[in-house]
């Protein structure tokens, strides 16, 4: 067993305010996403520039926290919202939902399609590769607050989380972080760095992290407000990533049944 490290939530206070790491953890994240996405834009030579990366970031950023948030808390904690609906603020208190977010994030990314006239997929098979770093640094935010523990267990490197009881558990917050993280976009950083059909990079993230989450539940301890969903197994978790793997499993094989287009022309009729 390997004794969990009690990190203070608060990484440090400035007067009356708290500033928490589960926070600071998505602003690296977002800090990441845009170095990466600003070295994506040049390698493909593409219309994107420094400023056009910036406002998509803040268009995502606001989708993630808005999706992430309202559907973690219409999902996992609607009873605790309809009695404290100003719960719904108290992000850094923990509590958000990637199945949300993932909305949160694709109803921003239209936004902003119809901002800069430019088609819907062309942007999110831009960006998309780079997500797994936001998803990392959410988990080791998850990990630092002790939430989203893992199942009990006797393997030498369980854990004792403060709130969940005394049985090692799987620290299943960093297995996530991996998976989630760095190896999804391992993957999707060299599948998307040759050119592919539109909507292919997008697709095939949609079906990775269902593929991934689906996974990494049989790790994490089951929502206690839902226990199993079904067969003594089945999670919420992994309820909802079923339909995300099926969408992308279709929109990977429309991708692929159309021709490939140049996502940049504006660049080549420009040189």
């Given at each position: 067993?390997?004794?969990?490290?009690?990190?203070?939530?608060?990484?440090?206070?400035?007067g009356?305010?708290?500033?928490?790491?589960?926070?600071?953890?998505?602003?690296v994240?977002?800090a990441?996403a845009?170095?990466?996405v600003?070295?994506?834009a040049?390698?493909?030579?593409?219309?994107?520039?420094?400023?056009?990366?910036?406002?998509?970031?803040?268009?995502?950023a606001?989708?993630?926290?808005?999706?992430?948030?309202?559907g973690?808390m219409?999902?996992?904690?609607l009873?605790?919202?309809?009695?404290?609906?100003?719960?719904?603020?108290?992000?850094?208190?923990?509590?958000?939902?990637?199945?949300?977010?993932?909305?949160?994030?694709?109803?921003?990314?239209?936004?902003?399609?119809?901002?800069?006239?430019?088609?819907?997929?062309?942007?999110?098979?831009?960006?998309?590769?780079v997500?797994?770093?936001?998803?990392?640094?959410?988990?080791?935010g998850?990990?630092?607050?002790?939430?989203?523990?893992?199942?009990?267990?006797?393997?030498?490197?369980?854990?004792?989380?403060?709130?969940?009881?005394?049985?090692?558990?799987?620290?299943?917050?960093?297995?996530?972080?991996f998976l989630?993280?760095?190896v999804?976009?391992?993957?999707l950083?060299?599948?998307?760095?040759?050119?592919?059909p539109?909507?292919?990079?997008?697709?095939?993230?949609?079906?990775?992290?269902?593929?991934?989450?689906?996974?990494?539940e049989?790790?994490?301890?089951?929502?206690?407000q839902?226990?199993?969903?079904?067969f003594?197994?089945?999670?919420?978790?992994?309820?909802?990533?079923?339909?995300?793997?099926?969408?992308?499993?279709?929109?990977?094989?429309v991708a692929?049944?159309r021709?490939?287009?140049?996502?940049?022309?504006?660049?080549?009729?420009?040189a």
């Amino acid at each position: 067993m390997i004794a969990y490290p009690n990190i203070d939530p608060v990484a440090f206070s400035l007067g009356p305010l708290a500033v928490h790491w589960y926070g600071l953890m998505y602003l690296v994240g977002f800090a990441l996403a845009w170095l990466l996405v600003c070295y994506r834009a040049r390698q493909l030579h593409s219309w994107w520039d420094v400023s056009l990366v910036s406002d998509l970031l803040f268009y995502v950023a606001l989708g993630v926290i808005i999706g992430g948030r309202v559907g973690y808390m219409l999902i996992y904690d609607l009873p605790e919202l309809m009695q404290d609906p100003i719960k719904l603020f108290k992000v850094w208190q923990g509590g958000m939902s990637f199945h949300g977010g993932f909305c949160g994030v694709l109803i921003a990314v239209w936004l902003f399609s119809r901002k800069i006239k430019q088609p819907f997929v062309v942007i999110t098979d831009f960006f998309v590769p780079v997500l797994p770093v936001g998803l990392a640094m959410g988990r080791i935010g998850n990990f630092i607050n002790g939430e989203l523990w893992g199942r009990a267990t006797d393997v030498p490197w369980g854990m004792v989380f403060p709130f969940a009881g005394s049985m090692p558990r799987h620290p299943s917050q960093l297995y996530a972080c991996f998976l989630e993280g760095v190896v999804l976009f391992i993957f999707l950083w060299f599948y998307s760095a040759k050119p592919k059909p539109p909507m292919a990079v997008s697709a095939m993230f949609v079906l990775g992290y269902a593929v991934v989450r689906f996974f990494d539940e049989f790790f994490r301890q089951p929502d206690l407000q839902f226990g199993f969903i079904a067969f003594d197994w089945l999670t919420m978790g992994q309820l909802l990533s079923i339909p995300m793997g099926i969408l992308g499993v279709i929109l990977l094989w429309v991708a692929y049944r159309r021709p490939y287009t140049d996502p940049y022309p504006i660049q080549k009729e420009n040189a």
